[in-house]
């Protein structure tokens, strides 16, 4: 009994997989299809998707008489709520303000057209509305020292030399080292509490295990 019931289950797992190639063999262009339309979806989102790029670093934190942060040390008088204290200070909007201040992150310099080697310091947008950004463009004129600013509509501001340039809406001091007509520098500025917010939510603070390290990581479209 039990050799005939093994024969007939197995009899029945055949006839169940000659169903199964039967149906393929029927539909086999649209199972073709189907998996060419998966895969073509894949590889656009590759293309199309906008990459992020992301920046890691690894700090020890030490339970030490001067309450310092520090790269290296031991676990000595390691304690758990010096840790998550430590963490709460470094997720603070002070912490991300003091940041974005010292990188002047809230001004974005970038090359829109051509290779010009300009350098822009004591950059000033004013004023930035609150949680809206600002675009301005620089375009190289003439000789490669002169050149023309544009608001985002691509109206003209103001036009320049070499050295300061100052208008209602940005002011900036400029260094032209090489440049040729038509190169374009985009300027992209945000009020800095926007700026601050936007680094907060990109930015990931955790602790490694039951260790006293702690992960800091940030994750951004641009590599820069």
Do not use: W
């Amino acid at each position: 009994m039990k050799k005939r019931d093994y024969i007939l289950h197995n009899e029945d797992e055949e006839i169940h997989f000659a169903e199964y190639l039967r149906v393929i063999r029927k539909r086999f262009i649209l199972f073709i299809l189907m998996f060419l339309a998966v895969v073509g979806v894949g590889v656009l989102y590759v293309v199309l998707a906008t990459p992020l790029y992301q920046a890691e670093i690894k700090l020890e934190i030490l339970d030490t008489p001067e309450d310092e942060i520090s790269l290296k040390g031991s676990f000595t008088n390691f304690n758990n709520d010096r840790i998550e204290t430590e963490i709460e200070k470094i997720r603070s909007r002070d912490i991300a303000r003091k940041v974005v201040e010292n990188l002047k992150l809230k001004d974005v310099v970038t090359t829109e057209r051509g290779d010009p080697r300009v350098t822009l310091s004591a950059l000033e947008c004013h004023p930035v509305p609150r949680s809206r950004r600002v675009t301005f463009f620089i375009v190289i004129r003439g000789d490669g020292t002169e050149y023309s600013v544009l608001d985002e509509h691509h109206q003209v501001v103001g036009t320049g030399r070499e050295g300061r340039f100052e208008s209602d809406e940005i002011s900036f001091d400029i260094r032209v080292e090489k440049a040729s007509a038509g190169d374009k520098i985009r300027i992209c500025s945000q009020d800095v509490e926007s700026c601050v917010t936007g680094l907060m939510e990109k930015t990931n603070v955790y602790r490694i295990g039951e260790t006293s390290i702690v992960g800091i990581s940030v994750v951004h479209p641009s590599p820069e």
